[in-house]
Each structure stands twice: as structure tokens, then as C-alpha cells.
């Protein structure tokens, strides 16, 4: 640990396993998947951005503030879906630096996972 | 939003759909794949060491700055020749922390896609 | 480069391909796979929490500081064995934010891959 005053870390929605949302030193880092795997694709989608609309708000950031997301998304035929949604969602003249992998999930129903860098401060 | 001054989010090469780099907090986040997807593997790994440099430039760093690197290649064959290259573009001593994920993009031709941080102040 | 006083970039175990950790601005950025890819799932995974914790150790940060976790399993049937060892090992009340993927790693021995941020001020 440093012998000076270390930077605060908050972290939002602590379980076990992980926290839903941390902030330390202006940047907040979270990850969002659909609240309900079973839900079609294109409803997964709106899950996540509503939801990472949420926890921006939460954190004290914004839909303007976005830095880095890295969008999973392990069906590639979903990808015209999202990419349809995610143009309508983002601030125009706000989009963030993005990296799209098609990969698996954990859950095998997920259609989307984002791990999202955002500014607070 | 902070009631206090927020930091600055600087957005380079801002499309609808992202933005080529964006810079907070002395830091900046972009992604790289090649300009020419058709092209074969080893002038697809030159031409995403270009476009780095030239963005590290854009930001005011540079590739002696580099943070964190995520290298995505689809084809594991490739990685041969993807490290031969990395290892004369990356200057002695300023190696950045490395991952590398053998995972489709969402473009069948890419070869590579590098995920970057690194540091502008 | 900024004409400007640049903050510090601090690397630690610096290779020719890569440093096994770099600071600037309060943050650690570091990958963890298995020093040994030929041990068993269950012992690589306890090896990339103990060499993760010796990484936090060396750039002054701590296991209650990690911030967000990129957890790379290429296998998904080693996920209940690293997920118990994970809550045993992540303090209560520190998780970070942590995405999970099931990718193929460039080793194919290797069981798991951590890329982490940590904060260290």
C-alpha cells in the first residue's frame, strides 16, 4: 500500500463473486449482461443498454461519457440486431472506443456481454 | 453528472457507431484493425503497427506509452508472425502488460484487432 | 508528447514481448496465466491468484484493490472449480468488476488467463 493517501475506491452492488459497478480515480468499470438470458436477442440488447443506462446514472456518469466498451457477442448472426439498437442508443458525437468479439459466455443463453470503461469525474 | 468541474473526454475520429480514440485522465482507449481486411496476415499486422503509431501520435503519446495491450487473432496460426513483428515494433524496455485471445471478430477477413491503452500525460 | 510534465509510467518485469506489470496514474494494468500450463486446472488457478497476489504486492497495490477483472476460461467445464477457488480467494466486500469468456488461450495447456486493472494510489 502507499504511505500517502490512497485514492478512494466505491464500489456499487458488492456480491461475493463481484461487484456491479467500481470507481477509483474518475473512472468507473462495469460489466453488464441481460438481467434475463431467456429473453430473445434483440430484448437482450435493450436489457443491457437500459441497464448500463442505470448503472451510469448510479455511478454518477453519463450515456455521454462512455471511454471503452468491449462488446461480446457470441452469435455472430446477432450482430446487425445490435449494431441497429447501439446506433440508436449512443449520443451522437459520443460514441467510445469499441471492440467487438464474438466469443462464449458463461451462460450459454447470453447473446451480449459489455465491460464498459466510463468517465465519472 | 459530478457538480464539481468534470474532466475532459476528448474524442478523435468520432463515427456513429465509435470513435477511433478517446482520451480521459491522461489516458487513451482505442482499437485497431486493419485498414484492408483483404489483405494477408503479415501486411495486416504492419498496417495495425501503422495505424497505432499514427493514433498514439493523434493523442499526444506515444509507443513508448503503451499500457495494456489485448491482442485478438482468430487464427492461431498466425501468431508466429504476429510476435516476430511485435517484438521489432515494441521499443526495448517500454513493453506494455500483454493478453492475447485467439477469438472470431466480426469481420471473417480480420487478422488481428488490437484493444490499447497508454498513456498520454 | 505533452510539453507538459508527463505523469510516470513504472514497468515491472520487462521482456522483450511484454512487462509483467505497468503503473501510471494510480493504476496497475497486468496479465496472470499459470507459471506452470502443464499443472492441473485446479493448480493453475490457484497459481494465477498466488502469482496475482505477489503482482499486487510488487506494485503496491492489494487484493482489496482490484478494480476490474477480464477472466479468460478456454475450458467452460473448469469454471465451478475457478469460481469456487475465486470467492475463497477475492476478500468479502472487495470484488471487482469481472467479465468471464470462454476463449482459446495462445498456449493450449493454459487454463486460465487474468487481465487485470488494479488501483494502486
Known amino acids: 500500500m502507499a504511505d500517502h493517501a490512497s485514492t478512494e475506491i466505491t464500489r456499487h452492488g458488492v456480491t461475493r463473486r463481484w461487484s456491479d459497478a467500481v470507481v477509483h480515480g474518475g473512472v468507473a468499470y462495469f460489466v453488464e449482461v441481460a438481467a434475463d438470458p431467456t429473453a430473445a436477442p434483440a430484448r437482450q440488447f435493450a436489457q443491457v443498454f437500459e441497464q448500463a443506462e442505470a448503472t451510469?446514472?448510479?455511478?454518477?456518469?453519463?450515456?455521454?461519457?462512455?471511454?471503452?466498451?468491449?462488446?461480446?457477442?457470441?452469435?455472430?448472426?446477432?450482430?446487425?440486431?445490435?449494431?441497429?439498437?447501439?446506433?440508436a442508443w449512443i449520443p451522437e458525437g459520443h460514441a467510445p472506443s469499441r471492440a467487438c468479439l464474438h466469443t462464449q459466455l458463461v451462460n450459454p443463453h447470453y447473446r451480449v456481454e459489455l465491460i464498459i470503461t466510463a468517465a465519472v469525474e
Chains 1, 2, 3 share one sequence.
Open 56 to 87: 451510469l446514472a448510479r455511478v454518477g456518469s453519463g450515456l455521454n461519457r462512455l471511454l471503452q466498451v468491449t462488446i461480446v457477442i457470441p452469435f455472430p448472426e446477432d450482430l446487425a440486431e445490435f449494431n441497429r439498437q447501439w446506433d
